[in-house]
């Protein structure tokens, strides 16, 4: 079955802190991964997005992720939390040829004290 | 350009009553989605398009049509509303293509829909 797993579903760090947020998949096919990013009220914004090639991807607002196949994740991770980045983050997976159909993990939702 | 437009964004509706959620995008995008999101389940597609005059359903499409009879528009109709059907409801569009650089959907706003 094609499912998205975000293990933590509330995460606080300190401003200035690191931050690493979890997402596994699993997909029958190459995957295609992404991370959304929704503040409160709002839609949804893409953070970042992997097709191929480098496993290492560079997002807005500083965000990277890093796909590694063999563990079948996708994590998100900043060096540096600035207190904006409070949200709720999402991971989504496609895959080619799938008609744009994004299957959606629950959600992790960063609160960042001062 | 304005995106992806959804029209309302909130909506109160009584049970056993039909609505449209409207949903327009400006940038000639060939996938068109709908989604809701409810409290700890993430989004959950209803219904899905990959062109004018073709759809498809998703994973909870109990409840919703749709039709795509332009590539701009893509409404989504509740025919008979359950309280089973607040949520708030996103519609989305990307390019198609197969490993298109481009590819990546871009969300409205959101409808929040309350049925009482």
């Known amino acids: 079955a094609q499912s998205v797993t975000q293990p933590d579903i509330h995460i606080t760090v300190s401003e200035g802190a690191s931050l690493e947020l979890r997402c596994n998949y699993s997909?029958?096919?190459?995957?295609?991964l992404f991370w959304y990013v929704q503040s409160p009220g709002q839609g949804l914004q893409l953070l970042l997005k992997?097709?191929?090639?480098?496993?290492l991807v560079q997002g807005i607002k500083g965000f990277e992720a890093e796909f590694k196949r063999s563990q079948s994740s996708f994590n998100l991770r900043k060096p540096s939390v600035h207190w904006s980045d409070a949200a709720e983050y999402f991971c989504a997976v496609g895959g080619f040829n799938q008609g744009g159909k994004l299957i959606f993990g629950q959600g992790t939702e960063l609160s960042v004290k001062p | 350009n304005a995106g992806v437009t959804q029209t309302p964004k909130f909506q109160v509706l009584k049970t056993g009553q039909s609505m449209t959620l409207q949903c327009a995008q400006d940038?000639?995008?060939?996938?068109m989605s709908w989604y809701r999101q409810d409290p700890g389940m993430g989004l959950r597609l209803i219904h899905y398009s990959v062109g004018a005059g073709i759809t498809d359903q998703g994973e909870v499409p109990n409840g919703y049509n749709v039709s795509r009879s332009t590539t701009e528009d893509f409404p989504l109709r509740l025919l008979s509303a359950a309280p089973s059907q607040t949520s708030v409801y996103f519609c989305?569009?990307?390019?198609?293509?197969?490993?298109?650089?481009?590819?990546?959907?871009?969300f409205g706003s959101g409808t929040r829909l309350t049925v009482v």
């Open positions: 940038m000639n995008h060939e996938y």
């Open positions: 992997y097709f191929s090639g480098d496993t």
């Open positions: 997909y029958g096919a190459t995957p295609y």
């Open positions: 989305a569009s990307s390019y198609g293509g197969q490993g298109d650089s481009n590819y990546g959907y871009t």
